[in-house]
């Protein structure tokens, strides 16, 4: 359930993940790798709240597609693709 405090509206842990699709782990290891800052704040058990912000910037990595130009086959060949 999400906390409101002073008009702001802050997410818990587990609704983030819930909320992004990702786990707890994956949560965990994107704020070790600075994907996103540690949490800002944190209620009086010291769990970490998120903003809808932060909750918009961990949407936009569990949805990021890189592209490449090589692939592997199912032999365990890698093949170049050229893009024109």
């Known amino acids: 359930m999400p906390v409101r405090v002073n008009g702001q509206t802050y997410y818990r842990t587990a609704e983030v993940c819930r909320m992004v699709g990702i786990s707890r782990t994956t949560l965990f ?3 070790k790798e600075d994907i996103l800052r540690e949490a800002q704040h944190r209620d009086r058990r010291g769990w970490r709240l998120f903003t809808e912000d ?6 936009a990595e569990a949805n990021h597609i890189t592209k490449t130009d090589q692939f592997k086959t199912k032999r365990g060949l890698q093949l170049s693709r050229h893009f024109s």
């Open 54 to 59: 932060e909750i918009d910037i961990l949407k």
């Open 29 to 31: 290891r994107w704020l």
